[in-house]
């Protein structure tokens, strides 16, 4: 089993900036890889970004690609993604979720532990 704790969401105006953190406890935090996904009201789960086990390769969609930069410190069990330039579009609660072996997926449906979510809303 593997808990999955997010924090750092909030309210913020456009342009503004968060930082996200997803802290795992149970297994081998370096076992997996991780990703963030988000859900607006209304609208079906989507890919944020995704990270391989070692954090050497990473993935984002394009509707945050250049805004966004997703990262992870295993020796902290963490994963973070540092989100700048925030639009009204970026709002949604924004979940962390584990899937074990070393490659992401920008498939939801793959992986295997997933956090409460953390709400992020951004103003205009």
């Known amino acids: 089993q593997v808990q999955l704790v997010e924090s750092g969401g909030g309210l913020v105006q456009a342009g503004g900036s968060l930082r996200l953190s997803c802290t795992a406890s149970?297994?081998?935090?370096?076992?997996?890889?991780m990703g963030w996904f988000r859900q607006a009201p209304g609208k079906v789960r989507e890919f944020v970004a995704i990270?391989?086990?070692?954090?050497?390769?990473?993935y984002y969609s394009d509707s945050v690609k250049g805004r966004f930069t997703i990262s992870r410190n295993n020796a902290k069990n963490t994963m973070y993604l540092r989100m700048n330039s925030l639009k009204p579009e970026d709002t949604a609660v924004y979940y962390c979720?584990?899937?074990?072996?070393?490659?992401?997926?920008?498939?939801?449906?793959?992986?295997?532990?997933w956090g409460q979510g953390t709400q992020v809303t951004v103003s205009s």
């Open positions: 149970g297994r081998t935090f370096s076992s997996y890889a």
């Open positions: 979720a584990a899937k074990y072996g070393r490659a992401g997926n920008i498939r939801y449906d793959v992986y295997d532990y």
């Open positions: 990270i391989n086990w070692s954090g050497d390769i990473t």
